[in-house]
């Protein structure tokens, strides 16, 4: 049974940071390709960035040189560092992974907030 539990969001400033974690059980994580997605209110969910098992990586062009996804196979944790946020980042962002037969799997998400 695949489970992903987000954690990391918060209320932050302008230009602040935020470091997202998504915690994965029930796969081999070492070989699994992790995403992080988010979704404000009344807008679709969109792909934010992406990792895969070699570690080759792939961004949104809105978040590209401000975000950076990492994972730590020892932990089974994915990581998104948000630096320089801005109003329009904030969302409910969410872990996505696809098993091996293909069956999309969510975390339950986490808010990031971003207001002066």
């Known amino acids: 049974q695949v489970q992903l539990v987000e954690s990391g969001g918060d209320l932050v400033q302008p230009g602040g940071s935020l470091r997202l974690s998504c915690a994965a059980s029930?796969?081999?994580?070492?070989?699994?390709?992790m995403y992080w997605y988010r979704q404000a209110p009344g807008q679709q969910r969109e792909l934010v960035a992406g990792?895969?098992?070699?570690?080759?990586?792939n961004y949104a062009d809105s978040v590209q040189g401000r975000f950076t996804i990492s994972k730590d196979n020892a932990k089974n944790t994915v990581y998104l560092q948000m630096n320089g946020l801005k109003p329009e980042d904030m969302a409910v962002y969410y872990c996505?992974?696809?098993?091996?037969?293909?069956?999309?799997?969510w975390g339950q998400g986490t808010q990031v907030t971003v207001s002066s």
């Open positions: 996505h992974m696809n098993d091996r037969d293909g069956r999309p799997h």
């Open positions: 029930g796969m081999i994580f070492s070989l699994a390709t």
């Open positions: 990792i895969t098992g070699t570690g080759s990586t």
